[in-house]
């Protein structure tokens, strides 16, 4: 039987992953030809942003921790703004789905390459969907200005999401996945990223049951997470 024709998309980002891989942070802002990296964070995850302006050093061109659920249009015009008074060349996202969402927002409304730290299996940096609150409404869209050029994925990061969220975050990931392999314009290979997503995700959770701690099974998870939404 012949392959039946297809289109797929492929999302321009630039992906490395790895335990430790948050050390290599610097290179890739300089391989997206950046010399200035405003960091992103929530006030909760400061922390995490200071380790990250820690490790840059000089390529930090400072800290805007104000990053909340559902990007008020306001946070990402003075994320934006502060970006171009402190001369960034990129920003950096760590954190979660609030953070990424930030850091969007800010690509849809300028030039700013923006370079993602996923602490959890939301997944969304890979996707080129957005959503931005304005006037107490929230407007989503499809836009690939808002896909991050360059994603680490470091499973160390994501030791400090509690089990619950965890196991949680893979079945939604697993979810997404399911989706893709029945939606109208499924393709062999959304169906190959769809299908290894829910078998690392899945082979996660036995070992994460056992020992939230476990590396092996928290690369996994990430792994899953990211396969699982990069069909999208």
């Not at 200071?50 to 805007?64: D, M, N, P, R, T």
Request: some cysteine; charged content about 20%; aromatic content about 6%.
């Amino acid at each position: 039987m012949s392959m039946q024709p297809f289109v797929y998309n492929s999302q321009a980002s630039r992906v490395v992953f790895g335990v430790g891989s948050l050390s290599y942070l610097t290179r890739e802002i300089e391989a997206l030809g950046a010399r200035r990296a405003l960091v992103l964070s929530t006030p909760e995850q400061r922390r995490s942003a200071e380790q990250v302006a820690e490790l840059i050093g000089e390529h930090c061109a400072g800290i805007f921790d104000r990053a909340v659920m559902h990007v008020p249009i306001e946070t990402a015009r003075e994320a934006r703004d502060v970006a171009r008074q402190l001369h960034a060349d990129c920003a950096i996202a760590i954190g979660g789905g609030s953070t990424t969402g930030l850091g969007k927002a800010i690509a849809l409304e300028s030039a700013l390459p923006i370079l993602a730290i996923p602490t959890t299996y939301a997944g969304s940096e890979m996707t080129p969907i957005y959503g931005i609150t304005e006037a107490g409404l929230k407007k989503t869209g499809r836009d690939v200005r808002v896909l991050p050029r360059t994603v680490i994925y470091d499973p160390e990061l994501t030791l400090g999401l509690p089990l619950p969220m965890t196991v949680t975050s893979a079945f939604n990931a697993i979810a997404h996945a399911a989706e893709g392999l029945y939606a109208p314009d499924v393709n062999p290979v959304i169906a190959l990223m769809a299908e290894e997503g829910i078998r690392a995700s899945a082979a996660a959770l036995p070992p994460l049951l056992r020992d939230g701690r476990d590396l092996a099974a928290r690369s996994d998870a990430l792994y899953g997470a990211w396969l699982c939404r990069s069909e999208e």
